[in-house]
């Protein structure tokens, strides 16, 4: 296994866990693959670094920004395009259901 990954078993407690403790919050984020290489075409990125934020109208959001090899967010560009779930999500995973 990588070091970059868990278990399937760890993703589906900690979801189910997540979604118990925050009932009424977003399960996730469905990021585009055109999103992710914007980001890291940023000049110097190293990373993704990202942020949870509640817009104006109570929407909750997910802020993208590059991150730089020395750890330090590159503030060029802040990115929000990610798709909140619901109504983007997979009903037949899962991590989406717990089951």
């Not at 009932?23 to 990202?50: C, T, W, Y």
């Amino acid at each position: 296994m990588s070091n970059y990954t868990i278990t399937l078993q760890e993703g589906i407690d900690w979801t189910t866990n997540f979604r118990n403790q925050n009932p009424s919050s977003v399960k996730a984020f469905k990021i585009d693959q055109a999103e992710i290489n914007e980001i890291l075409a940023e000049p110097n990125a190293a990373g993704i670094r990202a942020y949870m934020g509640i817009d104006n109208n109570g929407n909750e959001k997910l802020i993208m920004v590059a991150v730089g090899n020395s750890g330090n967010d590159i503030l060029n560009t802040v990115y929000d395009h990610a798709l909140p779930c619901p109504a983007h999500c997979d009903d037949n995973s899962v991590l989406c259901s717990g089951q």
